[in-house]
């Protein structure tokens, strides 16, 4: 029987996100959005010819990343039914985790000439970051009990904050300084950064999956594992539907999350195409930001521990809604200017 609270397995479960963290910033956030901008270019002004069709290259970007997320949305309910009935939640979570390692690496090939199945590379490296994520917060109530739920996941958002800021100082020197490095081409750098993810991802997530158990099926699993996901599904909606203040939980946080991730991921395109800020003091911004999150994360445990979940939620979703209405002013004012 696994025991709950056991320091070495809480560990091996925070040490996820110090793996995993980076794609989120040095691929989706920091590097990649702003190499893309570059790159993804077959003439003037920023177009690209996408399989017979012209799209401004932001444009392509942030398609890639509706696609990736509409995938996820797509499968992970079945896949998230096998696995809890199988009781392999950790091999389907090493799956997509080798799944967007990989799809980093491949990524160092990235060129002009072959953007389009690099596009594809980031499309699958989302969709393994995604999905790996989708497995993993599933363990937390399963290796801790509900009075510790905010504290381990506040420690290990920050440890991914930490490990995501440790690896994007070391690709943001051979970025700005690649003669510290002897780099001539001036591709390689960010390249090189996407490569370095992938082994990262990939490396550190062997102490995770070295050290967290696989959680047992309550369920004997007998016969064909994705006839009995889909009789899984249907029973789990079949009760959704008895749960009211659930099916509204689920759409405000599908509405919630539409939000965030849409600001997440296309505020680096922002920052480059509409406030024109040059590369080095972008990714200098955004390395700020991470630093500043880990102590929001502690921060907002705190909250949630003394105001409940509830009313530090409300609060960090004011805040967010006046930082995008800072943006938006901002926005307004740059316009003015030029």
């Given at each position: 029987?696994?025991?709950?609270?056991?320091?070495?397995?809480?560990?091996?479960?925070?040490?996820?996100?110090?793996?995993?963290?980076?794609h989120?910033?040095?691929?989706?956030?920091?590097?990649f959005?702003?190499?893309?901008?570059?790159?993804?270019?077959?003439?003037?002004?920023?177009?690209?010819?996408?399989?017979?069709?012209?799209?401004?290259?932001?444009?392509?970007?942030s398609?890639?990343?509706?696609?990736?997320?509409?995938?996820i949305?797509?499968?992970?309910?079945?896949?998230?039914a096998i696995?809890?009935y199988?009781?392999?939640?950790?091999?389907?979570?090493?799956f997509?985790?080798?799944l967007?390692?990989i799809?980093?690496?491949?990524?160092?090939?990235?060129?002009?000439?072959?953007?389009?199945?690099?596009?594809?590379?980031?499309?699958?490296?989302?969709?393994?970051?995604?999905?790996?994520?989708?497995?993993?917060n599933?363990?937390l109530?399963?290796?801790?009990?509900?009075?510790r739920y905010?504290?381990v996941?506040a420690?290990?958002?920050?440890?991914?904050?930490?490990?995501?800021?440790?690896?994007?100082?070391?690709?943001?020197?051979?970025?700005?300084?690649?003669?510290w490095y002897?780099?001539?081409?001036?591709?390689?750098?960010?390249r090189?950064?996407?490569?370095?993810?992938g082994?990262?991802?990939?490396g550190?997530?062997?102490?995770?999956?070295?050290?967290?158990?696989?959680?047992?099926?309550?369920?004997?699993?007998?016969?064909?594992?994705?006839?009995?996901?889909?009789?899984?599904?249907?029973?789990?909606?079949?009760?959704?539907?008895?749960?009211?203040?659930?099916k509204?939980?689920?759409?405000?946080?599908?509405?919630y999350?539409?939000?965030?991730?849409?600001?997440?991921?296309?505020?680096?395109?922002?920052?480059?195409?509409?406030?024109h800020?040059?590369?080095?003091?972008?990714?200098?911004?955004?390395?700020?930001?991470?630093?500043?999150?880990?102590?929001?994360?502690?921060?907002?445990?705190?909250?949630?521990?003394?105001?409940g979940n509830?009313?530090?939620?409300?609060?960090?979703?004011?805040i967010?809604?006046?930082?995008?209405?800072?943006?938006?002013?901002?926005?307004?004012?740059?316009?003015?200017?030029?």
């Amino acid at each position: 029987m696994l025991i709950k609270n056991d320091p070495k397995v809480i560990r091996a479960w925070c040490f996820y996100d110090w793996a995993n963290s980076v794609h989120a910033l040095v691929i989706v956030t920091a590097i990649f959005p702003i190499y893309f901008g570059a790159t993804a270019v077959t003439k003037d002004p920023d177009l690209v010819n996408f399989w017979g069709f012209e799209f401004q290259n932001s444009v392509v970007f942030s398609y890639a990343v509706s696609a990736a997320f509409l995938i996820i949305a797509l499968t992970s309910p079945l896949f998230s039914a096998i696995a809890d009935y199988s009781g392999r939640k950790k091999l389907f979570m090493k799956f997509f985790c080798y799944l967007g390692a990989i799809n980093c690496a491949l990524l160092f090939f990235f060129t002009k000439e072959n953007y389009i199945s690099s596009t594809f590379y980031f499309i699958f490296s989302l969709v393994g970051w995604a999905g790996s994520i989708v497995f993993y917060n599933s363990f937390l109530p399963e290796i801790v009990t509900e009075d510790r739920y905010d504290a381990v996941s506040a420690r290990g958002f920050s440890m991914g904050y930490v490990g995501s800021v440790i690896l994007l100082i070391f690709n943001l020197t051979m970025v700005l300084k690649p003669e510290w490095y002897g780099i001539t081409d001036d591709s390689l750098p960010p390249r090189i950064a996407f490569l370095s993810v992938g082994i990262w991802w990939a490396g550190f997530a062997q102490y995770t999956f070295a050290n967290l158990p696989e959680i047992a099926s309550e369920k004997k699993a007998e016969g064909n594992w994705l006839f009995n996901g889909f009789r899984q599904l249907k029973h789990v909606m079949g009760q959704l539907q008895n749960m009211p203040i659930l099916k509204r939980f689920l759409m405000a946080y599908f509405c919630y999350n539409m939000g965030v991730q849409t600001v997440m991921y296309l505020a680096t395109l922002f920052g480059d195409k509409e406030l024109h800020l040059d590369s080095g003091s972008l990714i200098a911004v955004l390395l700020v930001i991470q630093l500043v999150a880990i102590l929001g994360a502690w921060l907002f445990a705190k909250c949630s521990a003394k105001l409940g979940n509830f009313k530090a939620l409300i609060i960090a979703v004011v805040i967010w809604i006046g930082i995008c209405w800072g943006l938006s002013s901002s926005k307004r004012a740059v316009s003015f200017t030029y």
